[in-house]
């Protein structure tokens, strides 16, 4: 199907542990996002990509690291999981002139 | 930083208001979209206005845009239950990445 799928939905993991977030798309549009979204912060761009084997770093990068070897796929990740990292994650991918799709999220958990 | 601000933070009206939400950016921008996010799920585009348009309307939405006082407003007409959302601005800037603010609630009673 169509689309923008992001996995897991939802994930537990501990203080430490890497973790990779999955982000797909049967587009082949150019730009990627990733975001977390907190309460009080809204979204907050984290990486973004705007072709294959082009990244650039966002509002918050801090922790985390991007790859896009195919045009689809996006994957974010957490090198040593913190629990500040506890966050719900979009994904966002688009050409720009029609707008964004986003993902359905991952909410994640550090524990 | 954020790059969008909106106000207000939140906003309760009754079905069939109209809503009004707003929002003020910082930097030079290509377009500004707003997005509506419905309690746990993702967001969804709504309208996308371009930095060298004035106002855009999408059935009950409508946009405007003021690039010399850097700021957006977003009118949703004759409100109805189903609004209840939370609604984001979003600016698409000149090095390709977009940028949220924190988000307008808006709860509209039936």
């Known amino acids: 199907d169509a689309g923008i799928t992001q996995s897991p939905r939802y994930k537990i993991t501990e203080t430490g542990r890497q973790v990779t977030l999955m982000c797909h798309q049967t587009w082949s549009h150019s730009y990627m996002f990733w975001y977390r979204q907190d309460l009080g912060h809204g979204l907050r761009l984290i990486y973004y990509s705007a072709a294959a084997d082009i990244t650039d770093k966002g509002e918050v990068p801090d922790g985390y690291v991007v790859s896009r070897s195919k045009t689809e796929n996006f994957p974010l990740t957490l090198e040593s999981a913190t629990r500040s990292q506890t966050s719900v994650y979009f994904c966002?991918?688009?050409?720009?002139?029609?707008?964004?799709?986003f993902g359905s999220g991952t909410r994640l958990t550090v524990v | 930083s954020q790059q969008g601000e909106e106000d207000p933070q939140a906003l309760s009206i009754q079905e069939g208001e109209n809503a009004t939400m707003n929002c003020s950016y910082k930097t030079s921008i290509n377009n500004l979209q707003w997005y509506r996010q419905n309690s746990g799920r993702g967001l969804v585009h709504l309208i996308l206005i371009r930095s060298n348009e004035r106002e855009k309307h999408s059935g009950r939405l409508r946009v405007t845009l003021d690039t010399s006082k850097k700021s957006s407003s977003l009118l949703i007409t004759a409100s109805r239950a189903a609004d209840t959302a939370s609604y984001f601005c979003a600016t698409d800037e000149a090095g390709g990445d977009m940028r949220f603010g924190a988000g307008t609630r808006l709860t509209v009673k039936p």
């Open positions: 966002a991918t688009g050409q720009g002139a029609l707008g964004y799709t």
